[in-house]
C-alpha cells in the first residue's frame, strides 16, 4: 500500500482477531484504533484452553513477530485425548501426544501476549459499539453507548457472534444449533484432586452417552474446564437452572448425569461456583455477502461455526493475518478488501462444514461409536504418515 493512501482504520472488538489484526498491521507501520465493549482487560475470563494449529494460528503469531511468546505460552504437554465410556471404561487413550504441532494455548495468556506487543493506546476500553452511521463523502463514524468517534475509511468488525458491524453487509444472523454446554470449573486439581488429575491426564477426555456428553479439558495453572453437553431446546437451561445459586445448580447438573459412572459425578462436584450457560450458535455454512467499500468482518462476526473441530480462533486469526497482508500488499486498500474477502469465504466453507457436520452427529443415538471411529481413523492416519495431529 502507498503510504499516502493508508485508510483510517478502527477494528471492533479486542478478541484474538482485532488483537492479531492491529498488531500484524503496527508491526507493518499501518496505525490502527481496536474499540472494545469490555470496561478492561480483566473484566470477565476469557475462557478455556485452545488448540493452536501449525498453518493457522500459529502462523499468525510468528507473522506478529510473537513466536517467543508463542513458545512461552505454549503447552505441548497438554496434547493428550482420551475418551470414556459414561460407565466409566476407557475407550481409547492418546496419551503420548506432547510431540504433536497443536498446543493448547489459554485464551487469558493468548490476549496478554497480543495486548502486551501493542502501543499503549492502541486499544480503547469500555466502548461498546451500537452502530455505524455512514457519512456522505463514503466514511463512517461509530456510535457507541457513550458518544461516538470518527471518521473511518474502514471498518473491521471482530466482534464476535453478536457482531454489530454484521448488519452492515450480511442479513444473516447466527441460528441456534440445538446444543447447549454448562461450562464449569474445577481448581488446583494437581494438589486438592489429584484423582481427578489421573482421570483427565495431560490434555482432554470426552465421556459420551445417547442423550449427554462431556468434555473436560486441562487448562493452564493446573485448572480444569469441563463441557456437559445436551442437546435441548434454547430455553431449557434456562428453565432448568438457577445459574445464581451454584450450589443449586451444581446438584442440579449433577442429577441430569444420574447413572453415570462416579468419577464423571466427582467431576462435577469438585466444580467451582463459575456454571454457566453456552448456548452454540452457528452462521450457514458458506455465509458471505457483497463487498461493500469501507467495511469487512473477521472471525467470528464472519463465520461463527461449532467448536466441534476446534477451528473457530485458527481461522479467527488467520483472516486477521490474510487481511492484513492483502492490505500492506495492494497500493487500493479497497481491492485488498475484496481479495481478502473472496479468498476467506472460499477457505472457510471446508471448516465450517466439518463443524456443522459434527455438531449434528454430537450426541448421536449411537453414543461413543462414532467418536471413536473418527479417533482411531485420526490416529491410524497419524500413524501411517508419521505427523502429529
Ligand atoms: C464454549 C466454546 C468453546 C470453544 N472452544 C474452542 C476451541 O477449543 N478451539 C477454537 O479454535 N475455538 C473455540 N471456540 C470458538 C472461539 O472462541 C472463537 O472462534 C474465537 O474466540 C473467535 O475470535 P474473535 O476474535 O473472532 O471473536 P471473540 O473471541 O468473540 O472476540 C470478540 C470481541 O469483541 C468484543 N465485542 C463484542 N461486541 C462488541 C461491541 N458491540 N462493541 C465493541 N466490542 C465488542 C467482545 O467483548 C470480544 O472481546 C469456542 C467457543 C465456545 C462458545
Given at each position: 500500500m502507498s503510504m499516502k493512501d493508508i485508510p483510517r482504520i478502527a477494528i471492533v472488538g479486542a478478541g484474538p482477531a482485532g488483537l492479531t489484526l492491529a498488531r500484524i498491521l503496527q508491526v507493518d507501520g499501518i496505525p490502527s484504533t481496536v474499540f472494545e465493549s469490555e470496561p478492561h482487560v480483566y473484566f470477565r475470563p476469557q475462557g478455556g484452553t485452545l488448540d493452536?494449529?501449525?498453518e493457522s494460528g500459529q502462523l499468525a503469531l510468528r507473522r506478529a513477530g510473537l513466536a517467543a511468546e508463542l513458545a512461552r505460552i505454549a503447552r505441548y504437554e497438554d496434547q493428550g485425548s482420551r475418551l470414556y465410556a459414561s460407565d466409566g471404561r476407557l475407550l481409547l487413550a492418546d496419551d503420548d501426544a506432547a510431540d504433536?504441532?497443536?498446543?493448547?494455548?489459554?485464551?487469558?495468556?493468548?490476549?496478554?501476549?497480543?495486548?502486551?506487543?501493542?502501543?499503549?493506546?492502541?486499544?480503547?476500553?469500555?466502548?461498546s459499539l451500537r452502530e455505524i452511521e455512514p457519512r456522505g463523502d463514503g466514511t463512517y463514524d461509530l456510535v457507541f453507548d457513550h458518544g461516538w468517534e470518527g471518521p473511518f475509511d474502514l471498518v473491521v468488525g471482530a466482534d464476535g457472534t453478536w457482531s454489530s458491524v454484521r448488519p452492515l453487509v450480511s442479513a444473516y444472523r447466527p441460528q441456534y444449533s440445538g446444543l447447549t454446554f454448562i461450562e464449569f470449573g474445577i481448581d488446583d486439581i494437581d494438589r486438592r484432586h489429584p484423582e481427578i488429575s489421573t482421570l483427565v491426564g495431560r490434555g482432554k477426555i470426552g465421556v459420551e452417552s445417547a442423550a449427554r456428553s462431556m468434555i473436560v479439558q486441562r487448562n493452564g495453572n493446573a485448572h480444569l474446564r469441563g463441557y456437559a453437553i445436551f442437546r435441548v431446546p434454547l430455553s431449557w437451561a434456562g428453565q432448568t437452572f438457577d445459574f445464581s445459586n451454584p450450589a443449586k445448580a451444581r446438584d442440579r447438573l449433577k442429577a441430569e448425569f444420574e447413572g453415570w459412572a462416579q468419577p464423571f459425578i466427582d467431576l462435577i462436584q469438585a466444580s467451582n461456583d463459575n456454571i454457566v450457560p453456552r448456548y452454540i450458535h452457528a452462521l450457514p455454512v458458506g455465509h458471505h455477502w457483497a463487498n461493500r467499500i469501507g467495511v469487512t468482518l473477521v472471525g467470528d462476526a464472519a463465520h461463527v461455526m461449532s467448536p466441534f473441530g476446534g477451528e473457530g480462533v485458527n481461522m479467527a486469526m488467520l483472516d486477521a493475518m490474510e487481511l492484513a497482508e492483502n492490505l500492506l500488499e495492494f497500493d487500493d486498500w479497497r481491492k485488498a478488501i475484496r481479495r481478502y474477502e473472496a479468498d476467506m469465504f472460499a477457505r472457510v466453507a471446508g471448516p465450517a462444514s466439518d463443524a456443522a457436520e459434527?455438531?449434528?452427529?454430537?450426541?448421536?443415538?449411537?453414543?461413543p461409536e462414532l467418536t471413536l471411529m473418527h479417533m482411531k481413523s485420526h490416529l491410524a492416519a497419524r500413524t501411517e504418515f508419521g505427523i502429529r495431529n
Open positions: 493452536l494449529h501449525l504433536g504441532e497443536r498446543p493448547e494455548v489459554d485464551r487469558t495468556a493468548l490476549r496478554d501476549v497480543l495486548l502486551a506487543s501493542l502501543r499503549p493506546d492502541t486499544v480503547r476500553w469500555g466502548k459434527a455438531a449434528a452427529t454430537e450426541l448421536s443415538h449411537l453414543g
